[in-house]
Structure formats: structure tokens, C-alpha cells
T-cell receptor, first 115, second 111 residues
Framework: NAGVTQTPKFQVLKTGQSMTLQCAQD?????MSWYRQDPGMGLRLIHY???????DQGEVPNGYNVSRSTTEDFPLRLLSAAPSQTSVYFC??????????????FGPGTRLTVL | KQEVTQIPAALSVPEGENLVLNCSFT??????LQWFRQDPGKGLTSLLL?????REQTSGRLNASLDKSSGRSTLYIAASQPGDSATYLC??????????FGKGNQVVVIP
């Protein structure tokens, strides 16, 4: 198993540009989520999904869109990049059964700089 | 909103000493709690998961305890090694496996 994969590893954008951060998992996990990590702060939840076709907002959703058309993929879209979105983005996935959630597995991250 | 505090923020210990990392959280209505390790420039690696009904979990030299009612968890690392140098993150989970993170305990083990 490849686990959770993220592409690209690094990205530089100009203010106002759009882009999509890709996330895929091959563990058949229902739960997937996106976090951002900024210096001096803990990781913060952006959006999450409990299954294909179902998404919801996390703590810091503004400026980001998500969709979940398949179990495997959960892309994160930046509609109009701003310098405040400079961060490291992590995707995570986990298994859940009967309301009991299991270990979350994280991808290697995408380091995004917005100029 | 769940607030997570990790103390100490940073510590250095000589090789062989036991490590004690503390985590406190404000909302005790959690489903589980995970401890992660993060190396510089890398992603998060899960170390231990404690379900809300459990008091502790052990894996090798690692032991994590959970006192849900008082909002506390402690990670013990026995006989520390230089390879244990990393940042350790505590993350209690709300419904739908939404994790809240502390800022971490940055650990340096001196050979």
C-alpha cells in the first residue's frame, strides 16, 4: 500500500492564482480530511469528508473548496490564492466502523508559498 | 472550541533518560486521542491511539495514558535514544474524527 499520497510536494503561486492540491489513499478509508500547519500554531482542520459525496467545513474553511467524488481521492482547491494561505498542507485518512474511528494516517504534505 | 496545550514546549535530555510529555485539553467530550511524531520537514506519524473508554496504551518503549474527565494525557518514552528527537503532537478527536492539535513538545535527546 502507498498509504496517503499528496501532490505536488512544493508549489509557488502568485496572488490570485488558483490551484488544486491532490490527495489520494489506497486503504479504502471513509474519512478524509485536510489540515494546514503554520509556524507557532497547531495543525488546523480545513475541510473533512466522511464518505464519497459528503463533505463539511472544519475550523478554517474560507478560501478553500473540496469535493469527494470517489473514496480514494479528496482534492483541495484554492480559488484565488492569498499570501495568508502560505502554509504546509496535510491530507489525512482513517477507517471508521460503528462510530469508532481508527488511527489517522497523514500524507507527506504540500508546501505552498503564495507571493 | 477545543484548546490543546502541550507542556513543556521544548526539552533536551541526555540519552537513556525517560521522557514525560504532557497534554491537556479543555473539552472532555472526546472520542479518542492520538499521539503523533513529526520530524522536521516531514509528515505526521501516528504513535498511539487511545479510545475514550481506555486509560492507557503501550507500544514498545512508549506508553500513553488518558484521563478524559480531567482533560489530560501523558506520553512516556522509556530509555530515550537520539532517534527519539522529534516534535510530539497530541490530538484529541471530536465526532467524525476531527482532530484538534496542540503546538507540540519539541524533544532533543543528547547522545
Amino acid at each position: 500500500n502507498a498509504g496517503v499520497t499528496q501532490t505536488p510536494k512544493f508549489q509557488v503561486l502568485k496572488t490570485g492564482q488558483s490551484m488544486t492540491l491532490q490527495c489520494a489513499q489506497d486503504m479504502n478509508h471513509e474519512y478524509m480530511s485536510w489540515y494546514r500547519q503554520d509556524p507557532g500554531m497547531g495543525l488546523r482542520l480545513i475541510h473533512y469528508s466522511v464518505g464519497a459525496g459528503i463533505t463539511d467545513q472544519g475550523e478554517v474553511p474560507n478560501g478553500y473548496n473540496v469535493s469527494r467524488s470517489t473514496t480514494e481521492d479528496f482534492p483541495l482547491r484554492l480559488l484565488s490564492a492569498a499570501p495568508s494561505q502560505t502554509s504546509v498542507y496535510f491530507c489525512a485518512s482513517s477507517y471508521s466502523s460503528g462510530g469508532i474511528t481508527d488511527t489517522q494516517y497523514f500524507g507527506p504534505g504540500t508546501r505552498l508559498t503564495v507571493l | 472550541k477545543q484548546e490543546v496545550t502541550q507542556i513543556p514546549a521544548a526539552l533536551s535530555v541526555p540519552e537513556g533518560e525517560n521522557l514525560v510529555l504532557n497534554c491537556s485539553f479543555t473539552d472532555s467530550a472526546i472520542y479518542n486521542l492520538q499521539w503523533f511524531r513529526q520530524d522536521p520537514g516531514k509528515g505526521l506519524t501516528s504513535l498511539l491511539l487511545i479510545q475514550s473508554s481506555q486509560r492507557e496504551q503501550t507500544s514498545g518503549r512508549l506508553n500513553a495514558s488518558l484521563d478524559k474527565s480531567s482533560g489530560r494525557s501523558t506520553l512516556y518514552i522509556a530509555a530515550s535514544q537520539p532517534g527519539d528527537s522529534a516534535t510530539y503532537l497530541c490530538a484529541p478527536s471530536r465526532g467524525n474524527n476531527r482532530l484538534a492539535f496542540g503546538k507540540g513538545n519539541q524533544v532533543v535527546v543528547i547522545p
